[in-house]
C-alpha cells in the first residue's frame, strides 16, 4: 500500500473519532466500564481459583489408627497408584500438631504445650495416625473410602466441606464469569457498533462520494475500523489504569490484613493482564465496527 | 459505449419508472436526456453508473453488462464513469484542492501522482488559484466547476451530469455548458440530464426526450428542447 493511501485512511480515522468528540467519549467510558467489569472479574475468578487449588493441593486424609496397630501395615495396604505419598505421624506429633491447629498454644512452644496438655489429662488424646496425599484430590473421597475398610484404621477424616466447596465455588465463579463476560462483550461489540453506526450517518455524504468515485467497500471501512480501534484502545487503557492501582491496593491490604488469603500478585502477571484488556479493547473495536459497517455497506 | 437494451427499472415499491427502453450513445458524443419531472431521467442514469440493478434488460457500459457486474467490481466501474449532480457534493471541511485530490486518495493514488493530476484537473475547469478556498467561499458556478474536476481527475471515459446547472443562474450555467462540451472534445462521452430549454436549443447537440419511462424522442442532432 502506498504512504498516501495510508496516511489518509489514519487521518481519516482520527479526524471521525475527534469530530464526533462526544460520542467517541461515550464509546470510550462504555468500554472501559464493560472491560473494568470484564476485568475484575476475571482476576476475582483467578483468585478463588488459586485460592481453591491452594486448598487442593494442601488437602489430606487422616487415617487415625487403632491402638496396638501396626503402622507400617496399615501405610503397606493403604498405598496405591493414586496416593502421591503417605506421612507417619506417631502420637505425640499429632498433639502437636492439633494444638498448633486449633491454636491452643498454652505455652510458648507447641512441645511444651503438648506435654502440659497430657499431664493435665492424664494421657494423650490423639492416637498415632497417617497423613494420605493424593496424586489428585478429587480422588480423596474414594480414597478415603477404601481406607475405612482396611485392618487397623480407627477413623478417616478429611476437609470434605472446605475442598468440596471451594471446588465448587471455583466452578460456579467460573461459569458466572463465562456468563458476565459474554454479556459485557456483547454490551460492548453494542456500543461500538451504535457508536460507528453514529459516525457513518455523520458522514453519510463522505461515504457516498467515495462510493461514486470508485472507492473500494474495504476501503470506506478502514477509517471506521480504525475509528473503533481507537475507542477500543482508549476505553482498555482506562480499564487497566483504574483496574491495576485497585487491584495492587487490594493485595497489599489482604497482605497486611488478612494473611491466610493469598491473592496472585506478580509485576509480570498484571502487566500481561493488562495488555490483555488493551488487547480486548482493541479487538472489540474493530469488531464492533465491522459490525456497524456491515449492515450499511450493504445497503447501498 | 453506452447502449441500454430493453432496459425496464420498477422500483421496489412498484414504481416503473423505465420501460423497455433502447438506447446508443456513441464514444465522444453528447447527449442531453431531457423530460418532465419524474420521467425517469435520473433513473436511466443511474443505471449507467450502476446506483441501481434495472430490472430487466442489459446496460452494456465500455463492453461490459454493468447489470451482471458482482457488487465488489463497481467500484472499478465508477473509475470509469464519473458523476455530477445539481448539488455539487463538495465536503464543507476540505479544501478545493483536497476535495479534488479526494477522489485520488479514495483509489489509492500516491502523493506523487496526486501532486500530478489535480492541479491538471482545477486548471481544466479554470480553477488553478482556488486550490487553497473552502466550498463556502465559493460561487455555485465554482462549486459545479470543483465537483466536476472532481469526477474527471481518475480520467474516466464517460461523464454523466445529473441537471448540473439546477442551481445555476442561466449566463453561469451556458459557462458550465461551454466546459462540459470541451470536456467532450476531448473525448469523453457525456451524458446529462436537464430541464434547461435554452441551453439544449442553444448547443446543437443530440437530445433523447422521455415520457413516463419510455424515450418519445430521439434527435439525433440539433435536437429542439421543444418536438417541432
Ligand atoms: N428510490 C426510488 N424508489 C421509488 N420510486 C422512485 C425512486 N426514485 C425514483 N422513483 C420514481 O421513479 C420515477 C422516475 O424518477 P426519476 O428520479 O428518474 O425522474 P427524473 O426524470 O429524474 O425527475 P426529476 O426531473 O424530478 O429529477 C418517478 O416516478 C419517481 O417517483
Ligand atoms: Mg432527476
Redesign the pocket.
Known amino acids: 500500500m502506498r504512504l498516501n493511501t495510508i496516511e489518509f485512511l489514519l487521518h481519516e480515522g482520527w479526524d471521525a473519532a475527534v469530530r464526533n468528540g462526544l460520542v467517541t467519549l461515550a464509546a470510550i467510558s462504555n468500554v472501559a466500564v464493560a472491560l473494568l467489569i470484564l476485568g475484575g472479574l476475571v482476576l476475582f475468578g483467578m483468585n478463588v481459583e488459586h485460592m481453591a487449588s491452594l486448598q487442593a493441593e494442601a488437602a489430606v486424609i487422616v487415617v487415625e489408627l487403632a491402638e496396638g496397630a501396626d503402622a507400617a501395615a496399615v501405610e503397606e495396604a493403604l498405598w496405591n497408584e493414586r496416593v502421591k505419598n503417605i506421612e507417619p505421624i506417631n502420637a505425640e506429633e499429632n498433639l502437636q500438631r492439633t494444638i498448633e491447629g486449633m491454636g491452643l498454644g498454652l505455652m510458648e512452644s507447641s512441645e511444651a504445650s503438648a506435654e502440659l496438655m497430657i499431664e493435665l489429662l492424664g494421657a494423650n488424646p490423639c492416637p498415632a495416625s497417617l497423613q494420605i496425599k493424593p496424586m489428585d484430590p478429587q480422588d480423596i473421597p474414594e480414597l478415603a473410602r477404601q481406607a475405612e475398610g482396611v485392618e487397623g484404621v480407627a477413623m478417616v477424616r478429611y476437609a470434605r466441606q472446605v475442598t468440596d466447596k471451594l471446588l465448587t465455588m471455583a466452578r460456579g465463579i467460573r461459569i458466572s464469569g463465562v456468563v458476565v463476560g459474554i454479556v459485557m462483550a456483547v454490551a460492548t461489540l453494542l456500543v461500538i457498533s451504535t457508536t460507528i453506526r453514529l459516525t457513518i450517518h455523520a458522514r453519510r455524504d463522505e461515504i457516498r462520494i467515495m462510493q461514486l468515485v470508485g472507492a473500494t467497500n474495504w476501503f470506506i471501512r478502514v477509517p471506521f475500523v480504525i475509528e473503533g480501534v481507537l475507542d477500543g484502545l482508549a476505553g482498555g487503557a482506562i480499564a487497566a489504569a483504574i483496574v491495576l492501582p485497585i487491584y495492587s491496593y487490594i493485595e497489599q491490604y489482604v497482605g497486611q490484613n488478612l494473611q491466610f488469603i493469598d491473592l496472585i500478585y506478580s509485576a509480570q502477571a498484571l502487566v500481561l493482564f493488562a495488555v490483555a484488556l488493551v488487547l480486548c479493547g482493541v479487538v472489540f473495536g474493530a469488531a464492533g465496527s465491522l459490525m456497524g459497517l456491515h449492515r450499511y455497506l450493504r445497503q447501498v | 459505449m453506452i447502449h441500454l437494451q430493453s432496459v425496464s427499472m420498477i422500483?421496489?415499491?412498484g414504481?416503473e419508472?423505465l420501460r423497455d427502453v433502447d438506447l446508443l450513445i456513441e464514444r465522444g458524443q453528447f447527449a442531453f436526456i431531457t423530460?418532465?419531472?419524474?420521467?425517469?431521467?435520473?433513473?436511466?442514469l443511474?443505471l449507467i453508473y450502476r446506483d441501481m440493478v434495472p430490472t430487466a434488460g442489459s446496460v452494456i457500459v465500455d463492453g461490459q453488462d454493468v447489470a451482471k457486474l458482482p457488487p465488489r467490481r463497481v467500484p472499478f466501474l465508477r473509475r470509469k464513469v464519473g458523476v455530477v449532480f445539481q448539488d455539487f457534493g463538495l465536503l464543507p471541511q476540505k479544501t478545493v484542492w483536497e476535495n479534488v485530490g479526494f477522489a485520488l486518495d479514495v483509489v489509492g493514488a500516491s502523493r506523487r501522482e496526486k501532486h500530478r493530476k489535480v492541479p491538471i484537473g482545477l486548471e481544466l475547469v479554470g480553477l488553478a488559484d482556488k486550490g487553497d478556498a473552502f466550498p463556502h467561499q465559493l460561487s455555485a458556478g465554482e462549486c459545479q466547476r470543483v465537483s466536476i474536476a472532481r469526477a474527471l481527475v481518475n480520467g474516466p471515459s464517460i461523464l454523466l451530469a445529473?441537471?448540473p446547472t439546477g442551481n445555476l443562474d442561466p449566463d453561469t450555467s451556458w459557462e458550465i455548458i461551454q466546459l462540459l462540451l470541451n470536456i467532450c472534445q476531448q473525448d469523453t462521452t457525456v451524458v446529462m440530464?436537464t430541464?434547461d430549454r435554452e441551453i439544449v436549443d442553444r448547443t446543437n447537440c443530440r437530445l433523447v426526450q422521455?415520457a413516463q419511462?419510455r424515450i418519445v424522442r430521439d434527435a439525433k442532432e440539433g435536437g429542439k428542447y421543444d418536438a417541432p
Do not use: C, R
Open positions: 422500483y421496489p415499491d414504481t419508472a423530460g418532465h419531472s419524474g420521467s425517469g431521467k435520473s433513473t436511466l443511474g445529473d441537471e440530464a430541464h422521455l419511462g
